[in-house]
């Protein structure tokens, strides 16, 4: 499996404050600032239609470092 880059991957929405898990089984990964949900994670659906990183990103702070 190839790595890429941090500057060309996209935030870990895993570790941001708006992403949450749906109960569609059909889109269950969202976010509650762009008010979407997808299959894949929603910072790559952003970078995808807009070319660029989310420029939402929080860090939670449920995250630890």
């Known amino acids: 499996m190839l790595k ?10 895993l570790k ?3 992403y ?3 109960w569609d089984v059909n889109f269950p990964r969202g ?3 762009f008010g ?3 299959v894949q994670f929603p910072s790559v ?3 995808k239609n807009t070319g ?4 939402s990103f929080v860090k939670s702070k449920r995250i630890r470092d």
């Open 4 to 13: 890429m880059p941090m500057a060309n991957r996209a935030p870990n929405c």
């Open 45 to 47: 659906e952003v970078k």
């Open 20 to 22: 949450y898990v749906s």
């Open 16 to 18: 941001c404050e708006h």
């Open 31 to 33: 976010c509650k600032m």
């Open 36 to 38: 979407i949900k997808t």
């Open 52 to 55: 660029r990183d989310c420029p």
